[in-house]
């Protein structure tokens, strides 16, 4: 088919946005059977496969069951193949209304707690998500055009579906519990495997569709809920990014700082620029100072350099850290690094200056002393030497005029 190449490339994105999808058969017992791995009951499974096996060509199908759970289909051409998308939610959906709800259908305990499963690994799609942009091109890309075909909403025109947890068995409510926890650990390790690499884009895609909801409520309390929820995740980060090659230096002052804000939270809204503040600061600890690819003297000599640019970085007392010879580690650090020990410490040095002098009103003198170098006309030398202009006339650049 002439959109193969684009289905597949829609699927790996949906996959990645953490919204399931699933290529169904045209026949109506597979097509009751593939469904009933994904959704709740046979009686909803049987109520979507007799809507799927009557959609017509050129119209997307939306869906939404009685919990706010949400599901997008269509008949794709040539192959007679149905492409089935959900669920997800459009908005966030709190725990007492999702308790109400589960009441209001009369469901039992156990009932509610699948539903919380369900919504914990359902991800947030706003109106305006980019996911539905990509819908809509894939709609053209099919039928040839943006007036070629129609999207339909059943719940406006038709009845709505019945209770996502009908009437089944307790051997249904555990591989149901079991396959979300699954998706939800998938997806953490996704996040923390992205951390690892420094992905930073690939961690903002994961986070575009995480709601309140995928924290799993163990205690009353919704904000001692998130807040160990966050600790976990630290923790997690913290692993992942020593993973990538971070040293502990660096990372205990980021985790320190995140524990502390961890602690300060107050509100549920909090949570997500929270979440996502630590895993943009793990992913640029790990561009910034991954280490892997040294040699453990090395990386300790980075590390050092790096946080007490201003002590005694002579070689000979950096070897001695290693216990080393000073000879060798020169040599071993150029062969690693490409540049010398004492040219490193140097560039550290300047970039440190940098940041000192268009953070701060410091004078030059004093700075060159916070690097390390007392004298402030090497300090000057070295930093135009560097960086191409004096230290005043680089401030001076930066003033607006």
Excluded at 107 to 127: D, F, I
Aim: aromatic share 8%; proline share 4%.
């Amino acid at each position: 088919m002439h959109y193969e190449e684009q289905l597949k490339f829609l699927i790996d994105t949906l996959r990645k946005c953490r919204i399931r999808t699933l290529l169904l058969p045209a026949t109506s017992t597979a097509l009751n059977h593939s469904l009933r791995q994904v959704l709740l009951s046979a009686e909803t499974a049987a109520f979507y496969a007799e809507h799927l096996n009557s959609a017509q060509s050129r119209t997307i199908y939306r869906l939404a069951d009685p919990f706010s759970l949400h599901y997008v289909f269509l008949r794709l051409p040539a192959d007679d193949r149905l492409l089935f998308i959900g669920p997800y939610l459009t908005e966030e959906i709190p725990q007492e209304e999702i308790l109400e709800k589960a009441e209001k259908a009369g469901l039992s305990p156990q009932q509610s707690r699948q539903m919380e499963n369900v919504y914990r690994s359902a991800p947030v799609l706003g109106s305006y998500h980019a996911v539905f942009a990509m819908l809509d091109s894939f709609g053209e890309l099919l039928w040839g055009g943006e007036n070629t075909f129609t999207v339909v909403d059943i719940n406006r025109e038709q009845n709505a579906p019945p209770s996502p947890l009908a009437a089944h068995s307790d051997s249904d409510d555990t591989l149901q519990n079991m396959a979300m926890l699954e998706m939800r650990y998938a997806y953490e390790n996704e996040l923390i495997q992205a951390v690892s690499q420094g992905l930073t884009h690939k961690a903002e895609m994961l986070l575009s569709g995480f709601s309140q909801a995928a924290f799993e409520q163990r205690l009353t309390d919704p904000i001692r809920n998130l807040k160990n929820y966050c600790i976990i995740m630290n923790t997690l980060l913290r692993k992942a990014a020593e993973q990538g090659g971070v040293h502990p230096l660096y990372l205990d002052r980021t985790s320190t700082d995140f524990a502390r804000r961890i602690e300060l939270v107050s509100a549920a809204n909090d949570t997500r620029e929270l979440m996502n503040d630590m895993f943009h600061s793990y992913c640029r600890l790990v561009k910034t100072h991954s280490l892997r690819q040294y040699s453990p003297p090395v990386q300790k000599i980075i590390a050092l350099i790096d946080t007490d640019p201003a002590g005694d970085l002579s070689l000979r007392s950096l070897a001695k850290t290693q216990g080393l010879n000073a000879s060798y580690l020169s040599s071993l650090f150029r062969r690693e690094t490409g540049e010398t020990v004492t040219g490193h410490i140097n560039r550290k040095r300047i970039q440190l200056a940098m940041r000192l002098l268009s953070s701060t009103r410091l004078q030059i003198q004093t700075i060159a002393q916070h690097c390390g170098i007392p004298d402030v006309n090497y300090f000057s030398k070295l930093f135009k030497k560097i960086t191409g202009k004096a230290p005043k006339e680089y401030r001076q650049s930066l003033t607006p005029k």
